[in-house]
């Protein structure tokens, strides 16, 4: 049962009967499932190209043309778990979520649609955030490909900073939205308050 907390910036903030072991527990599970998709590409490429059964989250270790394409394709399956689950499979949940009971819907209530899911967890939280997901690491070695700038520790740190915040808001705000929850304007519903 969601109640009314308060109102800041004309957003209506409720408070919120999802614990945060419920959301760590379902992030964990989703970004391991996750994570496995967004490596399949890259394990098939690799394995194909360097003729070894090495599996490696390292595109450089691939041609230049290959790395690139390895990595668009591992972001696209990274994000393709969630669109076919989130969309198709259960309204709002990922594997992860419905283990826990948990489902992601727009701030007024109504189910993701499409551009949610995009702006939730591919700017939200693989730009953005950065940190929280395995596949913003491929969008990284892509651009460290181009570049002679060695971003990753750059980002080790960045990307760290900005997602310990990120935590920190959602384990101190009533409605245990996160940064990704606020680009997206979504929020984290318990199923167990829909019964």
């Known amino acids: ?6 109102i800041r910036a004309g957003i209506q903030l409720q408070k919120t009967s999802v614990n945060n072991f419920s959301r760590v527990g379902a992030y964990l599970i989703d970004w391991y499932i996750a994570s496995m998709f967004a490596g399949i590409p890259i394990t098939l490429i690799a394995t194909s190209i360097n003729h070894n059964t090495t599996i490696t989250q390292d595109l450089s270790t691939l041609p230049l043309g290959w790395a690139v394409i390895a ?17 198709k499979v259960y309204k709002g949940q990922s594997f992860g979520k419905r283990i826990f009971k948990l489902k992601v819907v ?15 967890e591919g700017l939200g939280i693989m730009i953005v955030e950065g940190y929280l997901a395995n596949s913003s690491s491929y969008l990284r070695q892509i651009l460290q490909l181009f570049t002679d700038f060695n971003i990753m520790d750059l980002a080790v740190y960045l990307f760290g900073i900005i997602s310990a915040v990120s935590i920190l808001i959602g384990l101190a705000s009533p409605s245990r939205k996160m940064i990704h929850d606020f680009i997206a304007h979504t929020h984290i519903i318990s199923t167990k308050d829909e019964n």
Request: hydrophobic fraction near 45%; charged fraction near 30%.
């Open 1 to 6: 049962m969601r109640k009314k907390h308060n």
């Open 71 to 87: 990595g668009i394709l591992a972001v696209v399956f990274y994000l393709g778990y969630y669109f076919v689950v989130e969309l």
């Open 106 to 120: 727009k701030d007024d209530g109504s189910d993701v649609d499409f551009k949610t899911i995009l702006l939730r």
